[in-house]
């Protein structure tokens, strides 16, 4: 994989930002392999293509580009806030893939993929409206809160400037698809929040009172449910059959 973009195909555009989009989507539509089957043929949609902008025409996973100079940050600007929550309980919504790249050398630093089973509305930041005296006042976009996704929603395929193995990105693609299987939102959130506050305990080996000293901000993020606690050990059973831990002994997990 070339990490550096071909910027001849960019010659003829004179808008900064008509060239970046030119220079982003060649690179992904010339260099991407698709995370999902790790076949290397990811095709570009014709331009303004409502659902997505690269499909794999192996197994038909969609996928849209967000790019952005310099580093990532914790949230990515994306479009109109209520078609973005529509999106994310429709049949055909996609994949992201994020690219950051540095301006000055046109070389990629990080491209990323984030699953389309880990949005739920929780990572999605609803923007102020245009003012009035806006081209489109009043409307109103959102940002992707990229902090609020589990570190295993965010697959690297270039991380700080340097490719993964493609093994291990699709290995990692896999471990979370169980996801997918689940329709709820509801549902689907607190399995996500369970796998943030594995990831925050920072260890692979972690016991049930790790995650019991969680409670209370769970008990903020879903102050419907009174019984947190039966709850979480809930979700680690299905985090457990779902093959994404291990139960080593009564108390005792460890994550695959």
């Known amino acids: 994989m070339q990490i550096v973009f071909n910027t001849q195909v960019a010659n003829s555009y004179k808008s900064n930002s008509q060239k970046i989009r030119v220079l982003t989507e060649d690179w992904v539509d010339n260099q991407a392999y698709c995370p999902n089957c790790g076949f290397d043929a990811i095709d570009k949609y014709p331009n303004n293509q409502p659902v997505a902008d690269f499909s794999c025409t192996n197994c038909n996973e969609d996928y ?41 050398t046109y070389q990629v630093l990080n491209f990323l993929v984030i699953p389309k089973h880990f949005f739920i509305p929780e990572i999605i930041e609803r923007r102020k409206p245009l003012s009035q005296n806006a081209r ?28 993964e193995p493609k093994n291990k990105v699709l290995q990692n693609w896999q471990k979370t698809l169980f ?41 903020k993020l879903h102050p419907e449910n009174k019984h947190i606690k039966d709850k979480i050990r809930q979700q680690l059973q299905i985090l457990r059959d779902k093959g994404y831990l291990d139960f080593v002994s009564r108390g005792n997990y460890r994550l695959v």
Request: glycine share 8%; with cysteine; proline share 4%.
């Open 136 to 163: 489109r006042a009043g409307w109103v976009g959102c940002n992707i809160l990229l902090n609020s996704i589990p570190n295993s929603g965010k697959i690297f395929l270039v991380k700080n400037g340097d490719t």
């Open 179 to 219: 996801l997918r299987q689940e329709k709820e939102i509801p549902v689907k959130g607190w399995l996500l929040d369970i796998m943030k506050c594995i990831e925050s305990i920072g260890r692979r080996n972690f016991t049930l009172d790790d995650i019991y000293a969680f409670e209370n901000e769970l008990s």
């Open 64 to 104: 849209e580009l967000k790019s952005k100079r310099n580093n990532l940050g914790k949230k990515i600007v994306d479009g109109a806030y209520a078609t973005m929550i529509e999106r994310l309980t429709s049949q055909n919504n996609p994949n992201f893939f994020f690219l950051n790249y540095n301006p000055q």
